[in-house]
């Protein structure tokens, strides 16, 4: 049985990288879910195909690097690097994100990924440059 990065990892490739957001489902098995973590925190596959498809409207040449990944029982914490292109301009786009999956056997059962959405939407166009800094120094973005 692969560990718990290799299956992460080719997760990744699969359908970040390739694309193949019929893929997300195989990843799965939330018939095992009865003790969640936090229970109304769930996030479906459909609601990741959603997402991901999203984010590869606007960029293209993903790459996604683990750049830390420590594993304890049924979980798994990883910090990620994607790197991508936009579309429209081919400028490049760089973004983080730290996930943490619980598993049962080769399977994903529980997830909680933090992006940063902030940095995302501010390199392809869709908000100001500094945005954080300028929400936190009460700026209202219209």
């Not at 490739?13 to 390739?18: A, G, I, L, N």
């Not at 195909?49 to 049924?74: A, L, M, N, P």
């Amino acid at each position: 049985m692969e560990n718990k990065h290799d299956i992460l990892k080719r997760y990744y490739k699969d359908v970040w990288e390739r694309g193949n957001l019929d893929a997300i489902d195989a990843y799965f098995d939330l018939t095992s879910d009865a003790d969640r973590l936090l229970p109304d925190r769930r996030i479906e596959p459909g609601e990741i195909c959603e997402w991901v498809g999203i984010i590869r409207s606007y960029v293209t040449d993903i790459d996604v690097k683990i750049i830390k990944s420590i594993e304890e029982g049924d979980w798994i914490s990883a910090f990620l690097v994607i790197e991508c292109r936009r579309l429209d301009t081919g400028q490049p786009v760089k973004a983080h994100q730290h996930i943490m999956l619980r598993f049962t056997k080769d399977k994903m059962i529980e997830n909680y990924p933090q992006f940063d959405f902030l940095q995302f939407f501010e390199q392809i166009g869709l908000l100001p440059e500094n945005s954080l800094e300028l929400l936190m120094g009460g700026t209202r973005l219209n």
